[in-house]
Nanobody, 114 residues
Framework: QVQLVDSGGGLVQPGGSLRLSCVGSRFAISDYTMCWYRQAPGRERELVACIVSIGGSTNYADSVKGRFTISRDNARNTVYLQMNSLTPEDTAVYYC???????WGQGTQVTVSS
């Protein structure tokens, strides 16, 4: 069964950085578009970033452009989300997502607070 395991969240001060990881199993991430979503308390889940399988092009939500970077390491079958210049508005549970097969990671909590 396909599995996505998210990790890397935590508590960070405003202006700080975190790197999230999503390890896939029983499929090759290189063959699929992969995305990160987030859900803040009381809000709907929203798309953060995606990386396309062929060519590796990326797209981002306007709110994170220039601060977040999505990437992948095919050898490790892992997708990353590098998050810089974090603000309290980035506080949320972050989820890895495999759109074409509708699989979600379990989520990892990111809290930005002083």
């Amino acid at each position: 069964q396909v599995q996505l395991v998210d990790s890397g969240g935590g508590l960070v001060q405003p202006g700080g950085s975190l790197r999230l990881s999503c390890v896939g199993s029983r499929f090759a991430i290189s063959d699929y578009t992969m995305c990160w979503y987030r859900q803040a308390p009381g809000r709907e889940r929203e798309l953060v970033a995606c990386i396309v399988s062929i060519g590796g092009s990326t797209n981002y939500a306007d709110s994170v452009k220039g601060r977040f970077t999505i990437s992948r390491d095919n050898a490790r079958n892992t997708v990353y989300l590098q998050m810089n210049s974090l603000t309290p508005e980035d506080t949320a549970v972050y989820y890895c997502y495999l759109p074409t097969r509708n699989y979600w990671g379990q989520g990892t909590q990111v809290t930005v607070s002083s």
